[in-house]
Structure formats: C-alpha cells, structure tokens
C-alpha cells in the first residue's frame, strides 16, 4: 500500500497539463469519484489496524498534494481564459455598425421642413379609421369605387372600420377639433388593396397639407406648390397643374413638375413628355366645410396630398417601389452621407 501511495505522488509530480482538456482528464483519472484517489481509499478500508495510522497520514498527504496541484493549475488556466478573466479596458472595442434613415423617413423630413418654414403645423391621425373620416365627410358620393372592397382593406362591416386609404381623414380630424385659421400638414401611412409591383403597393405614405383661413385662393395654393416643388427639386423647377377630379376639392387639379432627370427634354422617367405628376390639390368643397361645422361663406381653403414614395423615387432615381419595403440594408445605408 505504502508503495502504491509512493508510485502516485511521483506520478502526480511528472503529470504534466498543458491543455484544458487534459486538466480535466487529471481530475477525472484522480479526483473524481471513480479516481485513482479514491480507489486507494477504497484499499485503506482493508489496511491492518496497526498500519493505519502511518498509511492514513500518507494518503492525506498525498490527497493535499493531488489537490494543491489541480488548484494551481485551473489557477493558470483560468487566468488564461478571457471569457473569465476581467475585461481588458485597453483593447480596442467592438466594431458598432451605424443605422441609417430610411430614405422615406429621410423625404418625409425635408417635406415637413420645407412646409413649416412657411407656417404649417403637423398634425397626425389614426391609421384605422371609419367611413366618417375616410369617405362620407369628404363628400365621397355612397357610390364612389374608393369605398368599394377593390380598393380600401376593411376590419369590420357595419360600422365600417378601414385602414384608410389617404391622410385627408386627418383634414377631418383636425377641423372636428381646431377652428380655423388653421394650417397643417399630416405625414402618415396609408394602405390601399391593390396588387405590389414596381410602381404600386398596398401600403405608402402620404402628405397631405390643409390650409383654411379667411380669403384663401387658388393663387395661394398655386405659390404654396410652387415654393414647394422648388425647395425639393431645386430653384429651376416648373410646375404645372392640370385639371382633376376629387370628391373633396372643388376645383381639382394635379400638379406636374418638369422632369428633373431630363430638365423636360423627355426621357424614360416623363415617358418623354417632360413633365411628371406629383400630387393632386384643390380648393375644399364647400360640403367637407360644412360637414365639419366651418361656415362656408366665412371661410375657404385650399388642399393637397401627395405621395412620399413617389416623391423620393423622383430625388433618387429609384424604379421599384418594393426596394423601400424590403429593408435590405445595401440599399437603405445608400441615403444617409452624414452618417458614413
Ligand atoms: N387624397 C388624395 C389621394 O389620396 C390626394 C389629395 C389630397 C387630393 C388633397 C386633393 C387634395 O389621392
């Protein structure tokens, strides 16, 4: 027994551990439960009574010695490992990846720039509506298509609850609240059932302006786009208005600016007509004013809407609407200069 004991402790002194892997193996041969330790307390059991206390203070030793040297080497091996260690507050950090606007957020900002620089408020609304604030208070005949299933994505019949199809329920919502004067510009999201392609989608963004005040006249709206279109598009813009039809609006016009790709000589984007529409507008139909509680012979005012999508694929030159909704980031971190 005596040189059973002996044999290990020069064992345990040659054992050499280099690797994690194999300090672990020195536990298991020795310390763990079926370990070479604890088989030689298993053979003390059948050490003569006389000879024990000699052997006993051996094997104790020998246990010490087996444990002080599994210590000092997990020591070392822990010390060594940087999951475990401190952190080392001189090593260079990780490398952070910077976000970028979203090229839409990015339009949105500089329409809401260039609008309350002359006066226009912001005001936002519901993105599910009812048939009040979406249709029937802004004069949408009962028959009008834009209610019809084909278009507008309805939660519920009777009441009807919609997603709206523009931001001129928020027009509603701001007169049902504010007494004129009042002069606002409401940026949101909007969803109409039509099928995705490269130049339509079921979800876009739109802003619509509003202002209502005593006076008002077409002439007024007409300056507004005009300052507008040359704020977005640079001071050598064009604007041209052309004569439409929305429920709401009476009269109604789009509004074209000469192509900014081509300066209206035509190209592929203007289908070489040299112009491209970008918004609709109008005076407010005396009938929305009078739904909404605003004298009509007191008051009039003007309206426009125009979609944010079409507006930065113009600045940017984009051809697919679906590239906006995709969050690829190849093509979002292209739109933000100050960030990179
Ligand atoms: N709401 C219209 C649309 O979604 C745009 C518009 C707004 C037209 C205000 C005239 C006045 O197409």
Excluded at 8 to 24: D, G, S
Excluded at 31 to 37: N, P, R, V
Excluded at 181 to 209: D, T
Aim: proline letters at 5%; a negative charge.
């Amino acid at each position: 027994m005596i040189e059973k004991i002996e044999e290990m402790f020069t064992k345990i002194a040659e054992e050499k551990v280099n690797t994690m892997q194999e300090l672990e193996n020195f536990r298991l041969q020795y310390i763990a439960k079926k370990g070479k330790l604890n088989s030689l307390f298993e053979d003390f059991k059948n050490v003569p009574n006389e000879q024990k206390r000699i052997i006993g203070q051996k094997l104790n030793e020998l246990k010490t010695v087996v444990a002080e040297k599994y210590q000092k080497l997990q020591d070392v091996f822990q010390s060594t490992d940087t999951t475990k260690t401190e952190k080392d507050l001189t090593l260079t950090g990780f490398p952070l990846q910077f976000g970028s606007r979203h090229p839409l957020s990015i339009i949105k900002n500089e329409i809401v720039q260039i609008f309350s620089k002359i006066g226009f408020d912001i005001s936002e609304g519901p993105e599910i509506e009812d048939d009040w604030h979406v249709f029937t208070s802004l004069n949408f005949p009962l028959e009008h298509p834009a209610r019809d299933m084909q278009d507008t994505f309805f939660l519920e019949k009777n009441p009807d609850i919609l997603l709206r199809t523009h931001t001129s329920s928020v027009q509603v919502r701001v007169m049902e609240t504010t007494k004129p004067p009042l002069r606002f510009i409401f940026p949101g999201r909007v969803f109409r059932n039509e099928a995705v392609s490269a130049r339509a989608h079921c979800i876009f963004h739109q802003v619509e302006g509003l202002y209502i005040n005593k006076n008002v006249s077409f002439a007024d709206l007409k300056q507004t786009l005009l300052y507008f279109a040359q704020e977005m598009f640079g001071a050598k813009t064009q604007i041209r208005l052309r004569p439409s039809y929305f429920p709401f609006t009476e009269p109604s016009a789009e509004m074209d600016i000469s192509c900014t790709i081509c300066n209206g000589k035509g190209c592929n984007v203007c289908k070489h007509s040299g112009w491209v529409e970008i918004l609709g507008c109008g005076m407010v139909d005396p009938n929305v004013l009078i739904c909404n509680n605003i004298d009509p012979n007191k008051y009039s005012g003007y309206a426009f809407g125009m979609g944010i999508e079409r507006i930065t694929m113009l600045k940017y030159q984009i051809n697919d609407i679906r590239l906006f909704f995709e969050n690829d980031i190849r093509f979002l971190s292209q739109f933000t200069p100050e960030l990179t």
